[in-house]
């Protein structure tokens, strides 16, 4: 389980829960839920956006495998969806697409994601958590190198489009 931020960059994975298990139940299991769910974490206070008079609170966003939450934000049912459920999901998924977009790229970038890891469980973390690591800092100090910007998608914000970057075995010709 991980969560990332806009900037395609991990802040919080965690391990030990059986794969077989929903991400709803692994969430349960993090340290990183027990803390939100007791309101320990440190998250930034709500802010105003540009052109808004509203503030917004920081909140993590899911998929519908999650428990709905002032801080923690998940699509509605197919099942009770009008016109304004249906943009909120599309744009919610957008913003979703982030952490999708973060484990392409990793798995583009570090091959032992294509297989099943040969290692002892404990070293299986210690390799995943290098990776993690790792991407964080070439995503820092490397961008250009390591992500190019034609790779990432990117939103023109008055018009509201989005330009989808190049994915991972895409012919760019």
Known sequence: MAIANADYEFIMCDFGTNGRISDGGVIDNTLFYKKLKANKLKLPLPSKREKSSSELP?????????????????????????????????RLGRARR??????????????????????????TEKVVMACY????????????????????????????????GVRPGENTL
């Open 58 to 90: 920081f909140v993590f966003i899911g998929d519908e495998a999650f428990a709905l939450r002032a801080d923690f934000l998940k699509p509605f049912s197919q099942k009770a969806l009008n016109s304004e459920r249906r943009i909120f999901n599309y």
């Open 98 to 123: 982030i952490i999708e977009n973060v484990f392409g790229i990793l798995a583009a970038r570090f091959r032992i994601f294509h297989t099943a890891i040969s290692l002892q469980l404990e070293n």
């Open 133 to 164: 690591v790792l991407h964080n800092f070439l995503r820092r100090k490397r961008l250009g190198i390591y992500i190019p910007s034609h790779d990432l998608d990117r939103e023109d914000l008055n018009s509201g489009k989005t330009q989808v």
